[in-house]
């Protein structure tokens, strides 16, 4: 018989009174993912459409991305937090003075999808409050990945999905409406080393530098390349559904810088997506970075900073990492795919 998410949150938590109040959160957000699934599952009037604002980062806000922001506020407030960052919010927003928590969240990935009836979800990131961080909440939010205590993210897709880590293995629980709660589906998920497939968005081709250029022509060249095998291309735009899918079968993530206004460092936002969804990876074996440095290491400067991200099967993400890092064997490479290269499979 599969463990509820309460169960597993238990014996997870053990004695640990920091750990019990990371649980305490997770458990308020279960209630406002259900919360807000329903509200999508009875659709209505306008939840994909405009409305009438802008969130910190200049994109325009869908009716729904304020009714999440608005159900993960609420759960926010109940919780042991002090400090609530989200991309609907120009600034962290200051709850209970004492408490040692903070989280920042992303309420509505992939609000572009909405209206199509495509998976969207909730990413969230719980880190440790010192001290020192009471004066300004801004400076909470410039902790290193590496420090989260937890995070994970909701999928409101054909199932209700949570996915999480609190620093020992990455699990999976679905929502059993009959039994009112979410359930163990999967527990600590592995995900594969060999990649076969990949996911970028490939419109945007002619901005990227030329590594990556490199290595998505050399997947695309497949058997008849340096790889001498053939990939496969999923591309959902929203980000929860792309990671699930490489958590439950391999594969490898880009969303790198590009030259268009605005992309040096891609679209993706480090405290709220990049970070908990690099915890929830390189827990379950795979790998996240920057291109080269790995996303948990990376110096914030603030709650929306962007970074380029590359995650999934962990060999895939090196070899990555390699196209870019190292020029030289990259202008070795042969038309012909040389026999040698770096790049061979
Ligand atoms: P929205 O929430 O604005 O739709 O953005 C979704 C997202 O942040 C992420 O979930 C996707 O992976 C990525 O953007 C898609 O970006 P492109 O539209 O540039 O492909």
Known sequence: MAS??????????????????????????????IKLRNTIAAGGEGLGQAHGGTNADGDIQKELDVVADKVFIKAAKASPLAFFGSEE????????????????IDPLDGSSNISTNVSIGTIFSILPVEEAHRANPDIVFTQKGSRQLGAGFFIYGPQLLLVMSMGNGTHVFIFSPSFG????????????????EFAINASNYRHWDQPIRSYVDDLLAGSEGPRERDFNMRWVGSLVADCYRILSRGGVFLYPGDGRKGY??????????ANPIAFCVEHAGGKATDGTT???????????DRTPLVFGSKREVERVAR??????????????????SLFRA
């Open 4 to 33: 509820s998410l309460d169960a597993h949150l238990g014996s997870e938590c053990g004695d640990d009174p920091l750990k019990q109040e990371v649980a305490e959160t997770i458990r308020n957000l279960c209630g406002a993912a």
């Open 89 to 104: 919010q120009e600034s962290a927003v200051r709850l209970k003075p004492d408490a040692r928590l903070a989280m920042a």
């Open 181 to 196: 709660g979410f359930i163990e589906l999967s527990s600590s998920i592995v995900i594969v080393d060999k990649a076969k």
């Open 264 to 273: 040096a460092k891609g679209r993706l936002r480090l405290m709220y997506e």
């Open 294 to 304: 790995p996303i948990l290491d990376l110096e914030p400067k603030g709650l929306h």
């Open 323 to 340: 196209y870019i890092a190292d020029p030289s064997a990259l202008a070795e490479r042969s038309p012909l795919f040389g026999k040698r």
